[in-house]
């Protein structure tokens, strides 16, 4: 018997089955994100998924059976940008990790939000720069030890979720790997709605975090994500020393702003004379 996983089949056929090591937490993510697409009956074909430099830039590619561009580090909203604006039928989904999106390229990040550009931007947020060394992130939190913070990192890091919302979001959810399921129902719901959809996943990186930090195995490594997440209902009532060390989990925004692509057709249909100018 050779049995074939339900989603094998959103796979390339040719590409290696993927670039992370064993025990990383975006294998969790992959799963999640084609369940969603899956659940949905979305083809591949809708989609270009654009990726930058990093172990979870490796998530779409070469993997995924689609359209997939692997950008340079800091640069995939800029590609996803321009994809989205040439090509406004695609579904334009950005699958990166937190130096690529937040540390250089977090300029993009805030401004995509502030568009309100058509695409959903998946960030794994793993807390480190995983795929060159396991350097200090803007995301790595305070006092950890890295390869380049040796006594503990002195900077205070990011809440990337709440950024994505003061920037202009439409839609921000947070999730650890450990709840896959959220994640999926999260995906579903940033596909079924237009606007900057932002899901921030926390992962663990069982390698580079993981040993640095003495925190073990990749199975040590989930049981610590499920232990410190704590949903956003509950955190509401909590003091900040209570949820000091805690992972705040949930959908925090869902509202609707208009958007730019369907902004600029509008525009374009004005400047030729259509309809919407004669209203
Ligand atoms: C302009 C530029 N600067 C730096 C690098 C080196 N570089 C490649 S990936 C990376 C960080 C990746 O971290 P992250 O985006 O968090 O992804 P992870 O590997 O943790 O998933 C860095 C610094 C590069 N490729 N290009
Ligand atoms: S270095 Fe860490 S983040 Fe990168 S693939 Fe390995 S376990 Fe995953
Ligand atoms: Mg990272």
């Known amino acids: 018997m050779n049995p074939t996983h339900p989603l094998h089949k959103y796979m390339r056929p040719s590409a290696i089955r993927t670039a992370n090591c064993p025990g990383c937490g975006n294998g969790i993510l ?15 074909d809708d989609f270009v998924f654009v990726s ?29 940008t321009g994809v989205k604006l040439a090509a406004p039928d695609r579904r334009v989904m950005v699958i990166s990790g937190d130096g690529d999106l937040l540390a250089i390229g977090g300029n993009h990040f805030i401004h995509a939000a502030r568009r309100n550009i058509d695409m959903t931007v998946i960030c794994v947020n ?31 890091d990011f809440d990337i979720s709440g950024l994505a919302a003061a920037a202009g979001a439409t839609f921000v959810a947070r999730w650890t790997v450990y709840q896959m399921r959220q994640i999926t129902k999260s995906v579903r719901k940033a596909l079924n709605r237009t606007g900057f959809s932002f899901i921030e996943v926390i ?10 930090t003495g925190m073990g195995s990749s199975t040590q490594m989930l049981d610590w994500l499920k232990e410190c997440s704590v949903p956003k209902e509950k955190a509401a009532g ?23 692509n369907e902004e600029l057709a509008r525009l374009r249909r004005e400047a030729q004379g259509g309809k919407d100018a004669e209203d």
């Open 203 to 212: 992962s663990h990186c069982p390698v580079q975090f993981g040993k640095k």
């Open 30 to 44: 992959t799963q999640s994100i084609l369940r969603a697409i899956d659940e949905e009956g979305i083809s591949m």
């Open 238 to 260: 909590m003091s900040p020393e209570e949820l000091t060390g805690k992972i705040t989990i949930g959908e925090f925004v869902d509202i609707r702003k208009p958007v730019l």
């Open 126 to 156: 793993n807390g480190i720069y995983g795929m060159t060394g396991g350097q200090v992130a803007p995301t790595t939190p305070i006092g950890l030890r890295t390869m380049t913070s040796p006594y503990g990192n002195i900077e205070n």
């Open 52 to 80: 930058g430099i990093g172990c979870a830039a490796w998530i779409p590619s070469p993997l995924f059976l689609a359209d997939t561009l692997h950008t340079t580090h800091g640069r995939p909203i800029a590609f996803a």
